[in-house]
Every structure is written in structure tokens, then in C-alpha cells.
């Protein structure tokens, strides 16, 4: 059976709030979701997309440093979500 993660789900997951997700969705770079009249993805949509992600979304202009630090807070974010549906995975 396969799982269906909310919105909170995946902000906690993420380690994001609401207007990154709003920002992303609207961008459309984060999966469609599949709840009809509710937001919900699925956990494979969501390891999917997190094992895509090579590289953080920055803005148009920034430095180097900038560039360094958003990667590797990037990173960071990636590694606590993985962490957090293999978890989740792992209590079912």
C-alpha cells in the first residue's frame, strides 16, 4: 500500500515552511500532487524527487561563497529528509 505524506508531512521532512514549498509548486519544481482537494504525494514521489536533486535551486545572481554556502545547506536539508522518510519508512 503505498503511503501518502500532507503538506506538514513534507515541511517537516524538507526541513522547509510553507512558502518554500508554495514557491516551488508554483515554479513547478517540486512533484504534482496526486490528493484530490487535498494536498498529497506519495512517499516514492517524494525519495524520488529528493534523489534528483543535485544541485539547490539559487537565485539568478550569487557568489561564489553564496553558491558554497546554499549547496551545502542544500545538502544538509537533503541528508535530514532522507534521514527523516527512512525513518518514517522504517516505523510503519
Not at 3 to 12: A, C, R, S, V
Not at 21 to 43: C, D, H, Q
Not at 55 to 66: E, L, Y
Amino acid at each position: 500500500m503505498t503511503k501518502l505524506l500532507t503538506l506538514k508531512d513534507i515541511m517537516e521532512m524538507c526541513n522547509v515552511g510553507y512558502s518554500t514549498l508554495y514557491r516551488w509548486r508554483k515554479n513547478r519544481a517540486f512533484p504534482e500532487s496526486v490528493g484530490v482537494g487535498k494536498l498529497l504525494w506519495t512517499e516514492q514521489q517524494i525519495f524520488e524527487w529528493l534523489n534528483r536533486q543535485s544541485n539547490p535551486v539559487t537565485p539568478a545572481v550569487t557568489t561564489s561563497a553564496q553558491r558554497k554556502r546554499n549547496k551545502k545547506s542544500f545538502e544538509q536539508r537533503q541528508a535530514a529528509a532522507t534521514a527523516a522518510l527512512q525513518r518514517h519508512i522504517d516505523n510503519r
